[in-house]
């Protein structure tokens, strides 16, 4: 599937703060998660080629949101909340990670999991707990190390063969690339696999 009939029609379609305001969708989701600060918007924006996708809202506590956007076609791209905020109050940390998990465990119409991680410091306690919530349910997980453009590419593919063999051990199925919203590194190899995971099923 090329890339104008998968992007071209995306719009913003609901959002959910509690797994009860899911919406009963019938499609197929693929959905984007990451750490504060680890260039998700960015990737999600880069990606679907607009500047501010990922931004339905200027109200404050957007993140504790699933945002969904339909790309037509009962199609969903999902936005998840990011994760690894310092300065949000317990409370709030435990809700998020209950919508988080429960969304990632038991929804039925999620195809695969993107998960976005700074290529400086990939694999962090809690990018592992995020893939061990989802790793049973044997959807496949696929790794974009953002932010590539601020290695030097000797480093940059130390850090890909690092977390691949990592990956690999660890959560079958998985997969990695590079890169960078910043120099649309790696931008059309990730178009070309969710067009995949979206045309599987």
Same mark, same amino acid.
Do not use: C
């Given at each position: 599937?090329?890339?104008?009939? =998968? ?48 931004? !339905? ?30 300065? !949000? ?10 919508? /988080? ?14 998960? /976005? ?12 707990? =995020? ?13 974009? /190390? ?20 990592? /990956? ?32 599987? !099923?």
């Amino acid at each position: 599937m090329s890339r104008t009939h =998968l992007f071209d029609d995306v719009t913003f379609f609901a959002s959910a703060v509690h797994e009860r305001d899911l919406p009963a969708s019938s499609g197929v989701e693929v959905a984007f998660a990451g750490r504060s600060n680890a260039g998700k918007s960015s990737a999600l924006n880069a990606l679907v080629r607009r500047h501010r996708l990922a931004f !339905v809202s200027k109200t404050p506590g957007r993140t504790q949101q699933i945002n969904f956007f339909s790309l037509g076609a009962g199609r969903f791209l999902v936005d998840l909340p990011g994760y690894g905020y310092a300065k !949000v109050p317990g409370a709030m940390k435990q809700s998020w990670q209950e919508l /988080l998990s429960g969304y990632l465990q038991t929804r039925d119409q999620l195809r695969g999991l993107v998960v /976005l991680m700074d290529a400086r410091h990939p694999l962090t306690p809690l990018d592992r707990q =995020l893939l061990d919530w989802f790793a049973p349910t044997g959807r496949p997980a696929h790794v974009l /190390l953002t932010k590539a453009d601020k290695l030097p590419k000797q480093e940059a593919a130390r850090q890909l063969r690092g977390v691949g063999e990592r /990956l690999a051990a660890d959560y079958h199925g998985s997969s990695v690339q590079l890169f960078s919203a910043t120099t649309r590194q790696g931008v059309d190899d990730a178009e070309a696999l969710l067009a995949k995971w979206f045309d599987a !099923v």
